[in-house]
């Protein structure tokens, strides 16, 4: 029951905020990337790393590192300089367990897989376990000679239809998992409670043990 009032007070808070205005995601300029981290919200001082994407979709370089910047899960990274993607971002450490209400230490990082700097910074570079699941399935369908850019959004359409969540808003804008980040009042307010409500399965299964990547084969 407790955890159920967990996760309706993050509903909330989500809806109250997409109501009210306020500020969140996007990128920044140069080769700084930003975003939020949600597995739920990870806390400050969380790890960010950015790997370089082989076109087999196997990790290469570290391509830059960062951290999250508050306990809304906010994160900034700077890329190297002259890299330009396709390159996947991972977050470790400190997040608020959606099921439990604490501040526990993640079994699993979470990840984003993004094309180019120039869309990371264009407000789709959020973390969270649906952008995971896309990662997975992006990485998979590149290591079978797919393009980059094709494999992201089909892999992202395909992450939020195992979950039930529309890929458009209610305004017609398509809807990828990189791009959602539930603290954002431009969020489609039901959009965001559906992803909280799948980041909280998505917890639910780590934490009985399954690994996001087998889920997502």
Do not use: H, W
Not at 55 to 64: C, L, S
Request: with cysteine; hydrophobic share 40%.
């Amino acid at each position: 029951m407790r955890r159920i009032a967990f996760v309706s007070a993050m509903l909330a808070a989500v809806l109250t905020l997409a109501n009210c205005g306020g500020g969140g995601g996007g990128g920044a300029a140069g080769s700084t990337v930003s975003g939020t981290g949600l597995k739920g919200p990870y806390q400050t001082g969380a790890t960010v790393t950015v790997y370089q994407l082989n076109t087999n979709g196997t990790r290469a370089a570290v391509a830059g590192q960062g951290q999250v910047t508050d306990n809304a899960g906010r994160y900034t990274a700077t890329i190297t300089p002259g890299y330009n993607g396709p390159f996947e971002i991972v977050i470790s450490g400190p997040y608020v367990d959606e099921l439990s209400g604490q501040v526990v230490t993640t079994p699993q990082p979470t990840s984003v897989v993004v094309p180019d700097v120039a869309t990371a910074q264009a407000g789709q570079a959020n973390v969270n376990p649906i952008a995971t699941i896309q990662t997975e399935l992006a990485k998979q369908a590149m290591a079978k000679g797919a393009q980059p850019t094709a494999a992201i959004q089909t892999a992202g359409d395909l992450a939020l239809q195992s979950f039930g969540i529309p890929t458009t808003d209610a305004n017609g804008n398509p809807v990828s998992p990189a791009s959602v980040d539930i603290f954002n009042p431009n969020t489609d307010p039901n959009i965001a409670a559906q992803v909280l409500v799948a980041s909280a399965t998505a917890s639910a299964l780590v934490n009985q043990g399954v690994n996001l990547t087998t889920f997502a084969q």
